[in-house]
């Protein structure tokens, strides 16, 4: 069993920055894909970005160029740097990691989500 808590969410102004935090139980080393989620108010589910345990990296074209996802192993976290948010970046924003051993399918982790809300 894996445990994800997010943290780093608030209230910003369109423009502004936030960064978020996503905490793992296990060495992310042992995770094969960590991504951030979001889902707005009638609105499904949407991946923001994910990075693989080989580093590769993919975004959503919605925020690609303003969005940055790292890593850091020796912590077991994965962030999200956020820069010049929009209002349409409002959403709950969830951490996932994704684990697949040997054949067997793949096992999806949430978090609990945290709160993000650019005004306007």
């Known amino acids: 069993q894996v445990q994800l808590v997010e943290s780093g969410g608030g209230l910003v102004q369109a423009g502004g920055s936030l960064r978020l935090s996503c905490a793992a139980s296990?060495?992310?080393?042992?995770?094969?894909?960590m991504g951030w989620y979001r889902q707005a108010p009638g609105k499904q589910r949407e991946l923001v970005a994910l990075?693989?345990?080989?580093?590769?990296?993919n975004y959503a074209d919605s925020v690609q160029g303003r969005f940055t996802i790292s890593r850091d192993n020796a912590k077991n976290t994965v962030s999200l740097q956020m820069n010049v948010l929009k209002p349409e970046d409002t959403a709950v924003y969830f951490c996932?990691?994704?684990?697949?051993?040997?054949?067997?399918?793949?096992?999806?982790?949430w978090g609990q989500g945290t709160q993000v809300t650019v005004s306007s």
């Open positions: 296990v060495s992310i080393f042992s995770i094969n894909v």
């Open positions: 996932r990691a994704d684990i697949r051993r040997g054949g067997r399918p793949t096992v999806y982790y």
């Open positions: 990075i693989t345990s080989g580093d590769s990296i």
